[in-house]
């Protein structure tokens, strides 16, 4: 299970892109990559996973570069709603076991 | 997608009494759950995982006296947080992953002891 690090909290407003970026300089060759979204008081939520290159769903997109030591998530025009804790996970599929990192804070602004 | 589910969503209890949490894979069967311990403005920290038939793998430093773990059947985990303390007052949220490997959380249950 590779540690992970990301920002601690950042900041942004409606209608804008955000990118999250997460390192995790030891993945392992069986690792996938993985982001949740919290609210307060809510579990966490799937919200997209990766191996390499680039991934995309109906609510964010996830970039992985070749050597797979770190990856981008992408929210397009975030709204308030946004507002909320991700975390990036690197797991390995047999194992189900998912560590967590600190997250990154994200508030949006009107 | 699946749904897992928790009862009770909230729980206030006095100090040396036990609590006991329910966790529940709603539309698929997990032979593995996990649950985590959250405090307030910090990450989810796994507790220990949950095996149906037999018994549960604890993280270091988690006490397995302290919190009882049952999986009961293929649907059912149960936490049993016994003569809980001031201390032990958190969000538990469990988890089980469904059979494409991904993960579905419950929706947390906090626990205040008094």
């Known amino acids: 299970l590779a540690k992970t690090t990301q920002p601690i909290s950042m900041d942004s407003y409606e209608g804008q892109e955000v990118n999250i970026t997460c390192s995790h300089n030891n993945i392992a060759t069986n690792d996938y990559i993985t982001w949740y979204q919290q609210f307060p008081s809510q579990g966490p939520r799937f919200i997209i996973q990766?191996?390499?290159t680039k991934v995309t769903n109906e609510v964010a997109s996830l970039f992985i570069p070749a050597d797979r030591k770190s990856s981008t998530l992408s929210l397009p025009r975030v709204s308030l709603s946004d507002t909320a804790v991700y975390y990036c996970?690197?797991?390995?599929?047999?194992?189900?076991?998912?560590?967590f990192g600190s997250g990154t804070r994200l508030l949006v602004r009107p | 997608g699946a749904v897992v589910s928790q009862h009770p969503s909230r729980v206030i209890c006095k100090s040396g009494t036990s609590v006991k949490i329910e966790c529940r894979s709603l539309d698929f069967q997990a032979t593995t759950m996990f649950w985590y311990r959250q405090f307030p403005k910090k990450s989810l920290m796994l507790m220990a995982t949950s095996n149906e038939g037999s018994k549960a793998t604890y993280e270091q430093g988690v006490e397995k006296d302290k919190f009882l773990i049952n999986h009961a059947s293929l649907t059912l985990s149960t936490l049993t947080v016994t003569s809980a303390h001031p201390e032990d007052s958190s969000f538990y949220i469990c988890?089980?992953?469904?059979?494409?490997?991904?993960?579905?959380f419950g929706p947390g249950t906090r626990l205040t002891v008094l």
């Open positions: 990766g191996y390499k």
């Open positions: 996970l690197a797991w390995m599929d047999s194992s189900y076991k998912l560590i």
């Open positions: 988890s089980a992953p469904d059979s494409n490997n991904e993960q579905f």
